[in-house]
Nanobody, 128 residues
Framework: EVQLVESGGGLVQAGGSLRLSCAAS????????VGWFRQAPGKEREGVSC????????YYVDSVLGRFTSSRDKAKNMVYLQMDSLKPEDTAVYYC?????????????????????WGKGTLVNVSS
């Protein structure tokens, strides 16, 4: 059974930093894409970052490029999202996701359409 448990959210001032963690179990990082998504109040969930198993490279949406860094630790079964230079518009519930990466499916697909498995989320609140 795939399980994803996020932690690390909280209240931070604009310009500050937070590091989100996701404890993953029940699947292998070598054949699953993992990523971070967020849902702001009154908005749909959107993709933030994705790590594809084929090359281990991270991909980001434009709004967080240069400010957020995602990584994975296969030995610890952990996924991380380092968020710097936070803005009030980054306020959202952040979700960790995982998906068995089928051949031909790239991160731009997952960022747009989501993943099969989700955690319950962690709230990030950025004050101005």
């Amino acid at each position: 059974e795939v399980q994803l448990v996020e932690s690390g959210g909280g209240l931070v001032q604009a310009g500050g930093s937070l590091r989100l963690s996701c404890a993953a179990s029940g699947f292998n990082f070598d054949d699953h894409a993992v990523g971070w998504f967020r849902q702001a109040p009154g908005k749909e969930r959107e993709g933030v970052s994705c790590i594809h198993p084929d090359n281990g490279q991270s991909y980001y949406v434009d709004s967080v490029l240069g400010r957020f860094t995602s990584s994975r630790d296969k030995a610890k079964n952990m996924v991380y999202l380092q968020m710097d230079s936070l803005k009030p518009e980054d306020t959202a519930v952040y979700y960790c996701g995982a998906d068995p990466a089928a051949v031909g499916y790239r991160c731009d697909y997952y960022l747009k359409y989501g993943m099969d498995y989700w955690g319950k989320g962690t709230l990030v609140n950025v004050s101005s």
